[in-house]
């Protein structure tokens, strides 16, 4: 089992930055991508950005480049989602998951998810 907890998430006026976390435990090694999705009321659950857990390979919806960078601290078994120039339809509540499956990123399944983490931007 992976053990996944968000954080990082808050409220921010439109243009502003957040940068959320997703520490990792558990069977680590298992990991092959880590990724974050968000969730919007009323929406479905979307994909946003995913790294694999070595750190070389990301990918990221297209509403989201430039602006938002996904990355992974090796000895901290964490990984980063820095949100910059964010905007009210980013509101959602963000998800960190993870899956020991190869493929792309965007369209694998993800077997272990946190609880989420709620991001606020008023305009």
């Known amino acids: 089992q992976v053990q996944l907890v968000e954080s990082g998430g808050g409220s921010v006026q439109a243009g502003g930055s957040l940068r959320l976390s997703c520490a990792a435990s558990?069977?680590?090694?298992?990991?092959?991508?880590t990724g974050w999705f968000r969730q919007a009321p009323g929406k479905r659950r979307e994909f946003v950005a995913a790294i694999t857990w070595n750190g070389d390979r990301t990918d990221y919806a297209d509403f989201v480049k430039g602006r938002f960078t996904i990355s992974r601290d090796h000895a901290k078994n964490t990984i980063y989602l820095q949100m910059n120039s964010l905007e009210p339809e980013d509101m959602a509540v963000y998800y960190c998951a993870a899956t020991g499956r190869l493929g792309i990123p965007r369209d694998l399944k993800y077997d272990y998810w946190g609880q989420g983490t709620q991001v606020t931007v008023s305009s």
């Open positions: 558990g069977r680590t090694l298992s990991i092959y991508f």
